[in-house]
């Protein structure tokens, strides 16, 4: 049998939890209501805690998916989803340069 300390008890958690759910909703930012919708640099590099004007710059590069609209650049998910999986790609080792007294030395030794 509940007894008044129990139920103010049982209000006050609830009243907590009710508290603590919109602190956390407001934190966290809404998703757009359209999945298809392109994502502006700012919203990607916030998600990727990359910078802006360096998502823009390797995608003017060519070396991001992306979706330019005359100057402003947008993304879609599956572009942000390449972009992650090309940041976990295995960095290539620079190429080794070599002379070409090297190439010719090697090419009379053969």
């Known amino acids: ?17 009710r508290e603590l759910a919109a602190a956390v909703r407001a934190t966290v930012p809404e998703p757009p209501a ?24 390797q995608a003017a590069a060519g070396v991001l998916p ?5 100057k402003h650049y947008r993304f879609t998910r599956g572009d942000v989803a390449e972009i992650v999986r090309l940041s976990a790609a295995p960095v ?17 030794a053969a």
């Open 1 to 17: 049998m509940e007894t008044e300390h129990d139920v103010a008890t049982s209000g006050d958690v609830a009243a907590a939890i």
């Open 34 to 57: 359209d999945p298809d919708a392109l994502l502006t640099a700012e919203e990607v590099g916030e998600l990727l805690q990359l910078s802006p004007r360096t998502l823009k710059d």
């Open 66 to 70: 992306h979706h330019r609209f005359g």
């Open 92 to 108: 290539q080792p620079p190429r080794r340069r070599v002379s070409v007294q090297d190439v010719a030395q090697d090419f009379r």
